[in-house]
């Protein structure tokens, strides 16, 4: 249940009905793939490079015959794993002046993130796909047709639509190579998981993660 993750007063809210080997599925049936997106440093690139990634960029959106849509999280950096292993660093030293070095390091990481906000951006692309977009074939006779309602997402169904959705982001990865950029998919556990800091950044902040259900990791 998403209520183990979200909460049950969140899930009323959500449009996502559950988390299918790496695609949301909403409550339409419709369904998202989501890709992690690298970044690029424009603004250190040469005038000529600036103006050729702006191009390329340019072709990639035109050659798109599907929306998707652009997200960029932006959050405090959480750097409590990185103080306690520098903690147990620090524990297992059998120097002492090394054992030194790393606690006054230790000190000086903890006093700088107290001082002040170290902010990370994150970016990703969701990728939609609906039934109504969806060509299949029927039992018999193998002739084609395009659902015209949003029937019951069958086994079949799901898979075929995750196949047509694949495709797509397939395509958009090779798009975003030409631009510089590299995208790769997110897996069940790490969308379950962007989910849950979403609607729970506090808890997210002090580095405290969500038990996914099992029938999530498929």
Known sequence: MLSNIFGATTQ???DVERIKEGTIILKDHSLRGVMLVSSLNFALKAYDEQQATIFQFQNFLNSLDFSCQILIQSRKLNM?????????LEENQTNELL???TRDYRQFIEKMIEGSSIMTKTFFV????YLSESEGTTAAG????KFKTVPNLTEELFQMAKGQLYQRMEFLSLGLRRCGIY???LKTEDIAELLWRLYHPAEAQVGYNPEIPPEFLR
């Open 183 to 185: 995208a790769t998919s």
């Open 126 to 129: 969701i990728v939609p796909f």
């Open 142 to 145: 193998g002739a084609l047709f």
């Open 12 to 14: 009323n809210f959500l």
């Open 99 to 101: 054992q030194a070095q």
């Open 80 to 88: 409590i794993g990185y103080i306690d292993f520098l903690k147990q």
